[in-house]
């Protein structure tokens, strides 16, 4: 099993749970965070006295799948979540060694 | 004189008014712009002051200030209302209830000291600032308002000031900066506010208060009440228009807290002179107070590196110097008598509203530094560094403005 982690524009988080949803995905977990690459900060002005904001806010969608379907996941959210822009985002994928479901004790892929 | 009923009624409620500018209005006001973790101190700043001013205005604020004495300073022959039955007229204006004049004059000097704490939120310890209240408003606010509005010197020389622009908005405009100069710079000397909306129901009921300040100044249901208020709120649009354009312009956006900054200080710029001008003096204050403080706001402060935090020296100190000036040039024979520079009045008001600026002025600033250079020096005047990384609502209060749950 693998965990994908994608770190998207917050806009765009509809479009990717669509997404995902149609290649049957089930279940995510999303968060809100703050973060920046590329793209840097922004400045906001009060009173004309600049701020500098270095963190822009952005939504960290976390899901699970079986090995098999990273591919696929990974071609849905970068499709959904692509603006062309810089700060559109990036996908992390990483190894899980154990998923359990706490209701019904099932383990694995069952549980998925 | 006899008492007039309309003129108790009108100025009754201009007293409510008047008290809802400083609770909630000026406290939400100045909460907005304040960073989260310091909201409900700047909240507590604002009607801690008033509650303290009011209470020394019944002790022996109203007595320095409304009574006879010299020149100078009231004597205290309404010390704890001595002698005043709520039935007699007001010496001042025998039109109204003694009690309704003092109780309506009571919400001014509140607020005068309470304008104040906008200069130093976010790092002021609570119990000097209660000392500079109690302080500040009797050895400034009390004899300035006595000068001007009280038979003091300034009244015989001629000096106007019709809702407080020198004795409300010069003094605590020019106690702030002071204050805000021996307080120093806050570690994280910028402004994130906490909530602009909560800075926008503020800026309203400012400027609904503003009807109960400057109309309920002339102290009866006349034309000139009606006049001030119109031209009040004349200003105050214009002051905001003219502020966003500047941002838009200068900055290229135009900002929400831009306009309500503007409006707020064509409410300030309009405040001495609202009694004496028409609606083209309005509209010309109004540009004139929006050009002077946008500059103080955004050169000034930026220049001398002053922490005037919420901008109360930028848009209250300097706007009410700037239509203090500004009446002796365009006050109207026909709305109360004076006559200003552009309407064959001479140079005679000019004089008299240029030694009134600097007199309250030079006092107000060399008292104020006395004043916060001996409470620094007996108390101290600022939270460790510590507690104002961490913010003032839990340190002090040992509150939060918003609380999560887990």
């Known amino acids: 099993m693998k965990k994908i982690e994608a770190v998207i524009k917050p806009f765009k988080l509809d479009d990717v749970k669509e997404a995902l949803n149609e290649i049957g995905i089930a279940g995510m977990t999303v968060s809100e965070v703050k973060g920046y690459g590329r793209q840097q900060g922004h400045s906001e002005l009060y009173r004309g006295a600049e701020y500098v904001v270095d963190f822009l806010p952005k939504v960290k969608v976390e899901i699970v799948v079986p090995v098999q379907k990273v591919d696929e996941v990974i071609e849905a959210i970068t499709q959904a979540a692509r603006t062309g822009k810089i700060g559109d985002g990036k996908i992390f994928v990483m190894d899980v060694e154990k998923v359990v479901r706490i209701r019904t004790g099932e383990e694995d892929e069952e549980a998925l | 004189m006899k008492i007039v009923v309309a003129d108790n009624v009108f100025v009754f409620v201009s007293t409510a008014f008047v008290l809802l500018m400083s609770v909630p209005a000026l406290a939400i006001f100045y909460a907005g ?26 002790m022996y604020g109203y007595s320095l200030t409304f009574s006879e004495g010299n020149g100078f300073i009231g004597d205290l022959s309404y010390l704890f209302l001595h002698g005043i039955s709520p039935s007699d007229p007001a010496p001042a204006a025998p039109n109204l209830y003694h009690y309704l004049f003092l109780f309506f004059q009571m919400t001014f000097a509140a607020i005068a000291v309470a304008l104040m704490a906008g ?6 310890k609570f119990v000097s600032w209660i000392v500079v209240c109690i302080v500040w408003a009797t050895l400034v606010y009390f004899p300035v308002a006595h000068w ?23 003094t605590s405009g020019l106690g702030a900066l002071v204050g805000a100069l021996l307080l120093g710079r806050r570690k994280d000397a910028m402004m994130l506010p906490s909530s602009l909306p909560l800075t926008a129901i503020g800026t309203g009921l400012l400027w609904f208060g503003w009807f109960g300040f400057n109309g309920g100044s002339a102290l009866a249901m006349s034309p000139q009440a009606v006049s001030a208020a119109f031209v009040t709120t004349i200003a105050a649009i214009v002051g905001g228009v003219v502020w966003m354009g500047l941002e838009w312009i200068k900055f290229k956006k135009p900002t929400s807290l831009g306009l309500f900054t503007g409006i707020i200080a064509g409410l300030a710029t309009i405040t001495p002179a609202s009694g004496f001008v028409d609606i083209g003096g309005g509209v010309l204050i109004g ?58 009045g001479g140079f005679g008001q000019l004089w008299s509203e240029l030694i009134g600026v600097v007199a309250v002025g030079v006092y107000t600033v060399v008292v104020s530094y006395a ?18 990384q961490e913010g003032l609502d839990e340190t002090i209060h040992g509150e939060k403005a918003y609380v999560k749950e887990y």
Do not use: Q
């Open chain 2, 287 to 344: 540009i004139a107070g929006a050009l002077v403080c946008f500059w103080a706001v955004v050169w000034l402060k930026n220049r001398f590196k002053y922490d005037d935090s919420l901008d109360v020296f930028g848009v209250h100190g300097v706007g009410g110097m700037v239509g203090a000036l500004m009446l002796a040039l365009l006050a109207k024979p026909d709305i109360a008598g004076a006559k200003g520079l552009f309407y064959g």
């Open chain 2, 371 to 388: 004043i916060f250079k001996v409470v620094d020096l007996w108390l101290g005047l600022r939270v460790s560094k510590e507690e104002e």
């Open chain 2, 148 to 170: 001007v509005w009280g038979g003091g010197w300034l009244s015989h020389l001629g000096t106007l000031d019709f809702a407080g622009g020198l004795t409300i908005h010069e």
């Open chain 2, 33 to 58: 712009l304040t960073k989260v973790k310091s909201m409900l101190n700047t909240i507590v700043m604002v009607v801690v002051a008033f509650g303290v001013v009011s209470l020394l205005w019944l």
């Open chain 2, 119 to 124: 200069a130093f939120v976010e790092r002021m």
